[in-house]
């Protein structure tokens, strides 16, 4: 994305030295915790992601072992790759997440300088991911288990099950927090007194940026739904259910931050137009007070100039995001999950 691009660029050092730093909001080091990892062992990126990778690997081939159910049960030829596709990609989409949420981060001191100077610290908090982690833990073991998948354990089972799935929860909990709290950033910028562009510049008056991100999260999100559930592969009723779930706190998790977005586009298209009708209104007080003589040609140069200006603010956004892009995303995403689920419920009750 162009936001990641510009930090890059912003974290190189003056030209002509050919050094790179590190970007660093405040001086503080923010990096996750396999980035840390693989900081602290002097090795690349790659190692910290494969750091994720051995230990859900490892894990799993004991849940096949023991016999113990795992999120990807099934043949190994087919399950482990898409095991080790899961833990990659959300573990790149997390670093690909925070690099975009520090570029909006300084975005947003553009549009208001000294607004969002406080640093994204929280964004890489090891504790925040632990205590999702212990949600997801125990939601697993105590609520989709057994109230909604209809999966009865025993207690040293479920304990098991426990141990063979906990390191990949502790993956998606990693995704599940860098992705909600850089969207609750996206909420907290927007609610603060920015300046807007001009609509001649952007449509959404500066606040696209804002709009794109977010839908470049809700993408790696529906990315990450569909391999953690790999309906395509496993058909049963849990993988729906639970795709049926996540999707719809996606839905959420997108839309609520981009509300405070909404309205001051709203507010500032209303303001516009209000300003721009006054001007009409005094230009046909003048051209009615000429009663039936010929009209000044400025008179008529500025009635034409004013409402050309009125249809371009018509063009203002109500929302940050393109209404093409949207489409777009629905296009590609939603409408064929929708179809998959209804094809799978058709498929489930036609063999009944």
Known sequence: MELVRRQQ??????????????????GIVSKLWFERLSSKLKMPLFFGILIGIVPAVALWSLGIIIRIATDFTGVPIVSLPLLILNVTFLLVSSRLICQCAEGLRQYTDTLGPGLALKNLNHLYSI????TIWIILVLASGLLFDPLIFKLYYSFNQSLLRVIVTSFLRFIQATFLWVLGYSMYSIYRWGKLPIKLK??????????SAYGKASLFFVTLYIIGVLLTFPM???????VVLSQVIFFSLGLGIF???????????????????AWISSRHSRVMELIESTGEGPLESSLVNELIAVDNIRRDLQQINTWPFNASVLAKMVTAVVLPLAVTISATYLIHMLQL
């Open 127 to 130: 504790r925040a991911i632990l």
């Open 198 to 207: 001009s609509f001649t510049d952007d449509p959404a008056l500066g606040l």
């Open 232 to 238: 395509f592969v496993y058909r049963g009723d849990a």
């Open 9 to 26: 660029e912003a974290s190189k050092g003056p030209k002509g030295d050919g050094s790179r730093k590190p970007f660093n909001p405040g």
């Open 255 to 273: 839309l609520i931050p981009l509300f405070g977005l909404r309205k001051k586009l709203i507010v500032a298209k209303q303001q516009k137009l």
